[in-house]
T-cell receptor
Framework: AQSVTQLDSHVSVSEGTPVLLRCNYS??????LFWYVQHPNKGLQLLLK??????LVKGINGFEAEFKKSETSFHLTKPSAHMSDAAEYFC?????????????FGTGTRLQVTL | KAGVTQTPRYLIKTRGQQVTLSCSPI?????VSWYQQTPGQGLQFLFE???????NKGNFPGRFSGRQFSNSRSEMNVSTLELGDSALYLC????????????????FGAGSRLTVL
């Protein structure tokens, strides 16, 4: 069994300040973990993925996430927010080498970036 | 290379009608999956196809159906539409078959937004 919890439904930051979006997971097996971003009226875009290699994963647009097994967390960070980062972010857990039907999506965190 | 293409992007239907949505995956991707996204329920898995075979189906009524063609393009159909079917329907494709590396790495299309009046 697996589950994923995004701890904040809404996060607001000022442009130029750090971003932290929190995600905890539970899994009975070695998981794959993903972060996706969705801009309004768009599909989901893959930001980064963890698949049992390096625990610090670098993604696109300056985002990165660290897999912490002891804390069952996979938080998403970015050193400096940009206005274009305003979107909804989804944390996703899957069995390692699972298929689409085995993905569990979080409920999403809406990131607001203010001037 | 071209991404996942979904058509139509927007459509409005009335209760009782049916609708067909189309998805063209990334070239070389053989797996296509469909999701329904609503504000209340979030992202819910509908079905998954690989090599023209439905591999898995989510917990949706029989009014929801789909298929995949030999060129990996996929369609989903919703019959006897209800107001609650209003949603963004997302298609995603991936490269591999079950247990293959990358099978769970999805590339999503922009979605088809269905409004049922």
């Amino acid at each position: 069994a697996q589950s994923v919890t995004q701890l904040d439904s809404h996060v607001s930051v000022s442009e130029g300040t750090p971003v932290l979006l929190r995600c905890n997971y539970s899994s009975s097996y070695s998981p794959s973990l993903f972060w996706y971003v969705q801009h309004p009226n768009k599909g989901l875009q893959l930001l980064l993925k963890y698949t049992s290699a390096a625990t610090l994963v670098k993604g696109i647009n300056g985002f990165e996430a660290e897999f912490k097994k002891s804390e069952t967390s996979f938080h998403l960070t970015k050193p400096s927010a940009h206005m274009s980062d305003a979107a909804e972010y989804f944390c996703v857990v899957s069995p390692f080498r699972g298929t689409a039907s085995k993905l569990t999506f979080g409920t999403g965190t809406r990131l607001q970036v203010t001037l | 290379k071209a991404g996942v293409t979904q058509t139509p992007r927007y459509l409005i239907k009335t209760r009782g009608q049916q609708v067909t949505l189309s998805c063209s995956p990334i070239s070389g991707h053989r797996s296509v999956s469909w999701y329904q996204q609503t504000p209340g329920q979030g992202l819910q898995f509908l079905f998954e196809y690989f090599s023209e075979t439905q591999r898995n189906k989510g917990n949706f009524p029989g009014r929801f159906s789909g298929r995949q063609f030999s060129n990996s393009r996929s369609e989903m159909n919703v019959s006897t539409l209800e107001l609650g079917d209003s949603a963004l329907y997302l298609c995603a494709s991936s490269f591999g078959g079950a247990h293959a590396s990358g099978a769970n790495v999805l590339t999503f299309g922009a979605g088809s937004r269905l409004t049922v009046l």
